[in-house]
């Protein structure tokens, strides 16, 4: 006469958890991987320098990380400093290098009234083709003029009135990839331009609705 098995079904759950478990581990990976690197101060010295044609020392990523090494008044501190950094900037030179699309905030901007005819919202973006960064550094976008207005339907933009007899002003969240850097100008403290292609525009109120996007 057959017995039941002792390997209970609970055993078996275990062992496909521990059989999928690196599974899980790789997709979570590669989600990390397509996340955008939100430009910042910081980032945009990473994603310019880790492109330009000329290496970047140390100094300068750790001028980007580190408010103590911008204030440090003598070169030991500083030399310390990098010391400690020196893990972190590999870490993120190596972040940097693995992102495929970047995003960028424009804040600050006011949306213009709804056109009925179009049905859709005219943006400016194509008017703020430069986004500027501390230490010399700006973002291009190449596309900026594809942006002139975001599509949405009527009834869609009607339930938007409340948030507009709040406040009409909005931040532009642009999604891109990266096309290339330059050093534009010929000073001893030249601007340094990261140029990105937008794929993707989705614009917000200030309390965190969206608006609508837009995909280029």
Do not use: H, W
């Not at 062992?15 to 478990?21: D, G, N, Y």
């Not at 979570?28 to 290496?55: C, G, I, M, T």
């Not at 310390?80 to 972040?95: A, M, R, V």
């Amino acid at each position: 006469m057959l017995t039941p098995s002792r390997f209970s079904s609970t055993a078996l759950l275990g062992a496909f958890l521990v059989f999928l478990s690196p599974c899980i581990g790789l997709a979570q990976a590669n989600d990390a991987e397509d996340e955008p690197l939100p430009l910042n101060d910081e980032n945009v010295v990473f994603l310019y320098e880790s492109r330009a044609p000329e290496k970047a020392n140390d100094e300068v990523f750790a001028y980007a990380m580190s408010e103590e090494f911008r204030d440090a008044k003598e070169e030991f501190t500083r030399y310390d400093i990098i010391q400690e950094l020196k893990p972190q900037i590999k870490e993120k030179l190596s972040k940097v290098d693995a992102a495929q699309t970047v995003s960028l905030t424009i804040a600050g901007r006011q949306l213009s009234e709804y056109d009925f005819d179009r049905q859709a919202f005219p943006v400016d973006v194509g008017d703020v083709p430069y986004i500027t960064y501390e230490q010399g550094y700006d973002v291009k976008i190449s596309n900026a003029e594809e942006m002139s207005e975001l599509p949405v339907p009527l009834e869609t933009a009607r339930q938007l009135a409340n948030d507009l007899q709040e406040s009409r002003q909005v931040e532009y969240v642009v999604i891109g990839v990266v096309k290339g850097v330059e050093r534009e100008g010929l000073t001893s403290t030249p601007r340094k331009i990261v140029e990105i292609e937008a794929t993707r525009l989705v614009v917000k109120f200030l309390n965190g609705r969206e608006v609508g996007a837009l995909d280029l």
